[in-house]
């Protein structure tokens, strides 16, 4: 039996925003693929989670003694339009847990069937987006980038009904809280200052400790999220990441990445990338990410309001100014991620680098440059060798003008592979991993983790992983995880 000790702080200090509740029975529980190197981290024993009671456990059919599962209320402005009920339509805040490096983390199951906040959804998740944000989160997490874990997939041999019948699955995830803007926004719009105030005090305990001593706690606490947002999005943007439904409801607290949806990663580099279905007017496109970040975060603001000040033209002030800090504290990460992976003194100032990189990307717009193939044949070019990043760019005397001021400033290749993934979850492979593991071959997925597990290590006979898309691949589109 599958015993953890789960606590339910969320429920004790937010009852208002906790609704109790069960997992739907999973007819047939299978494992598709379970992370044994989290699991263990959490304290839980990879063999027992395999076994028919640890399959129930992962689906929330066996709820440790103790555990009250929840369903977890918040708002959230989608696509730009406000949903003052949003809440979770098809998962459930099993309850919280100490890692064996002290960490407190939420355990929470997606895909674990209908709650009073499913409106016309039919609470069920299916096989390809629950591997995919099992493939991609756990690709960020290697990557060194602040994302919610996947501990499992299962699937629950249930028949889901999508545009055709799809095999049904559930997702175990683990993130060190699940609070969201748009938790903040929902508490708001109760109108209820005691409410607001716990949840926030429960928020700074969780994530933000160091705001509970500052001299105005729910400023710092703003300040706090604010900079982690924006350090967050700076990583995407280094990498190539594109969330692809940047709601309020999908922005958490802690500032990890969260709800990988229809996100994927940039081939060719070209700011106005958009690979999901739904986003026609291309409002979460690689290049508006920091904005909409900011914009999302002005949503907080508006929640936080009535904690940053009595009066309400003092608090917008206090809120502005905070906000205002997002733009510096973004492009001090950027830069800082740009200084690393073209290799460059730590001493050149912000200003150089930002110069130096808005022309490389320029270069690399203008001539259809794959993002991550080109930081790894700078890399080489670093050490000597020209010729692979010469390749990539039409524009020869474009890319030689530049990699002659570049070189003037001494990178260092060795570095710079270290921070320059040569895998990264390409489209294609991910696409094809889904696709075999949805008809039954879980090989290719197993192959994909195996190599995303160690994405700076380049290592022979893995040429595939780190190629561009074939030109048959064509245009990738994804959809919202449904
Ligand atoms: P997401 O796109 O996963 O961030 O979900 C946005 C909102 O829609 C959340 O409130 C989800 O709980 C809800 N939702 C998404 N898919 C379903 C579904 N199949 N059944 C019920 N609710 C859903
Ligand atoms: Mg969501």
């Not at 015993?3 to 969320?10: D, S, V, Y």
């Not at 997490?141 to 028949?159: K, N, Q």
């Not at 070019?381 to 039409?394: K, M, N």
Request: net charge negative; glycine share 10%; charged share 20%.
């Amino acid at each position: 039996m599958i015993t953890p000790e789960l606590g339910h702080r969320f429920a004790d200090d937010l009852p208002e925003l906790a609704l109790d509740w069960q997992a739907a029975e999973a007819p047939e529980p299978r494992l598709l693929v379970l992370n044994d190197a989290l699991a263990t981290r959490l304290g839980l024993d990879p063999a027992a989670l395999r076994t028919p009671e640890g399959l129930r456990f992962l689906v929330g059919n066996d709820v440790p003694a103790g555990a009250t599962p929840v369903a977890q209320a918040y708002s959230g402005h989608q696509f730009g339009g406000y949903s003052p009920r949003l809440g979770d339509g098809r998962a459930l805040l099993l309850g919280d847990l100490t890692d064996t490096e002290g960490h407190l983390v939420d355990l929470h199951l997606k895909g674990s069937g209908r709650t009073p906040f499913a409106r016309g959804g039919d609470g069920l998740a299916v096989v390809g987006p629950m591997l995919r944000e099992h493939v991609v989160s756990e690709a960020m997490h290697a990557l060194g980038i602040p994302t919610t874990r996947s501990l499992a997939v299962v699937a629950t041999g249930a028949v889901v009904q999508r545009e055709t019948p799809m095999p049904g699955a559930l997702l175990a995830r683990v993130a060190s809280s699940h609070l969201r803007v748009g938790s903040f926004q929902y508490v708001r719009a109760t109108d209820d200052p005691d409410l607001l105030r716990r949840l926030a005090d429960h928020a700074i305990a969780r994530h933000h400790p160091d705001a509970a001593s500052a001299e105005h706690p729910y400023r710092a606490f703003f300040e706090a999220v604010v900079t982690a947002q924006a350090r967050l999005v700076a990583r995407w943007m280094l990498v190539g990441f594109v969330h692809g439904v940047m709601n309020t409801d999908n922005v958490t607290i802690s500032g990890e990445t969260i709800d990988y949806g229809p996100c994927a990663f940039l081939d060719v580099y070209d700011p106005a990338t958009v690979f999901s279905s739904i986003d026609h007017q291309g409002r979460y496109s690689y290049g508006n990410q920091p904005g909409i970040a900011q914009w999302n975060l002005a949503r907080l603001a508006e929640a936080l309001l009535p904690l940053l000040h009595d009066d309400q033209e003092q608090a917008i002030a206090i809120a502005t100014a905070v906000l205002e800090g997002f733009a510096t504290t973004y492009v001090t990460a950027w830069a800082d991620g740009m200084r690393g992976k073209l290799g460059l003194p730590a001493g050149l100032e912000e200003r150089a680098v930002v110069a130096l990189a808005e022309d490389l990307l320029g270069l690399m717009a203008a001539n259809h440059v794959d993002w991550t193939t080109a930081f790894r044949a700078l890399g080489a070019a670093a050490r000597g060798d020209a010729e692979p990043v010469r390749g990539l760019v039409l524009d020869l005397a474009g890319i030689d003008a530049w990699l002659e001021r570049w070189r003037a400033l001494s990178p260092d290749g060795e570095a710079m592979d270290r921070v320059n993934p040569v895998y990264v979850p390409r489209n294609h492979l991910v696409q094809e991993a889904l696709d075999a593991a949805t008809d039954g071959d879980l090989e290719p997925l197993r192959q994909l983790l195996d190599v995303l597990a160690a994405p700076y290590d380049e290592r022979p006979g893995l040429e595939r992983y780190a190629a561009p898309a074939p030109e048959a691949f064509g245009a990738y589109t994804t959809y919202c995880g449904t």
